[in-house]
């Protein structure tokens, strides 16, 4: 696993240009045919919060105590758990959808991921404007402790990238059983305290959120950025030394099938 992490570590510096060069085409190739391009950024978000603030006013859903005003709360919970999701998806997919690059021209596959990451971390930091300007207008005062709150995302960007690697990998061998990933992967922000209180009274629910390690990644980041606070300190870091683990095996077995996967890919 060392060895997989130095290698990683000099094929990104080796390739560098390479992986600016891909991440400028990535970021004007996915807004130029929109007409109004980077807003969706600002859109999405909003109109997906939009929806849960109609449904708990209208008494569906009964969040418990958020500590902030509902609003600020899901939206910044949902930009957290997007942050997850995102990179989940994007390093799902890098070989069905940049395999053909690989096969066309030898280079490091770990490039490809060091792009995926650099364009979702730009795409993320935009609408993270939006989330302080809310919080902001709320009412909410940002402490020194809240300039962790970037580096406190770092296990959560692990452990998607993990996940990731491996779907990628079984994505050319095993369709169905990624497809049942991508759907549970979709199933769990309704059972992590996205839209509800960590802290909520719903019977077998509360005993899942409670070992559900996304409870303590996310809720730490959440509370560090809009109180000032830290939630859960021993199981987040007990949660991130996993999530660290997990990031090393993964990428250890991404570099060790990749290339057959790959073989596989041109044969079919």
Known sequence: M????????????????????????????????????????????????LVWIVLNRAGVVAPGDTGIPYPAYVLLSTSIWGFFLEIYKSS?????????????????????????????????????????????????????ASLLFPLSLLPLLLLGLAIGMIVAVLRIVAVDICTMIDEGMKLLMFVTPIVYAPKIEAGWLSGFIQWNPLTYLIGFSRELLSRGTFFEPAGYLACSLVAALF????????????????????NN
């Open 92 to 144: 799902s997919n890098v070989l069905a959808n940049e395999g053909k690059l690989l096969i066309m021209k030898d280079f490091p596959k770990e490039v490809l991921l060091a792009e995926k990451t650099v364009v979702h971390l730009i795409n993320f930091a935009i609408p993270l404007v939006l989330n302080i300007c809310v919080l902001l207008l709320f009412g909410v005062r940002f402490g020194w």
């Open 2 to 49: 060392v060895k997989a992490v130095a290698d990683l570590w000099s094929g990104l510096r080796d390739y560098r240009f390479l992986i600016r060069q891909l991440v400028r085409v990535s970021i004007v190739g996915g807004y130029k045919k929109s007409f109004i391009g980077l807003a969706w950024m600002f859109i999405l978000p909003l109109l997906a919060v």
């Open 247 to 266: 990031f090393l095996f993964a990428l250890a077995f991404f570099r060790a099938t990749a290339k057959r996967v790959l073989e596989r890919l041109v």
